[in-house]
């Protein structure tokens, strides 16, 4: 079993900036990948950007050059940067984890709100 752990979340104005964090613990494999996912009032949860074991990264289009994903395997946690913050960016964001032998884990949620 793999538990994670999200922090990071808040109340930020419009173009500002927070960094999402999320630590695995228990069985983790260092041949896994992560993504960030999130979800809005309403809404489907929808994929925010992944990155693979070899460091591939995928990207939503609408987070496309603000929003960076990155992993430190040693401390089996992975991050989202994100910049230039929009209120369409609101949404409570889950951390995923996926390993090579198909496990998939997910987080507790983070709430992020972009309001001025």
């Known amino acids: 079993q793999v538990q994670l752990v999200e922090s990071g979340g808040g109340l930020v104005q419009p173009g500002e900036s927070l960094r999402l964090s999320c630590a695995a613990s228990?069985?983790?494999?260092?041949?896994?990948?992560w993504g960030w996912y999130r979800q809005a009032p309403g809404k489907q949860r929808e994929l925010v950007a992944t990155?693979?074991?070899?460091?591939?990264?995928n990207y939503a289009d609408s987070v496309k050059g603000r929003f960076t994903i990155s992993r430190d395997n040693a401390k089996n946690t992975v991050y989202l940067q994100m910049n230039s913050l929009k209120p369409e960016d609101t949404a409570v964001y889950y951390c995923?984890?996926?390993?090579?032998?198909?496990?998939?884990?997910w987080g507790q949620g983070t709430q992020v709100t972009v309001s001025s």
């Open positions: 995923n984890y996926q390993t090579a032998l198909g496990g998939n884990y």
């Open positions: 990155i693979t074991s070899s460091n591939n990264r």
């Open positions: 228990g069985s983790t494999f260092r041949s896994s990948a």
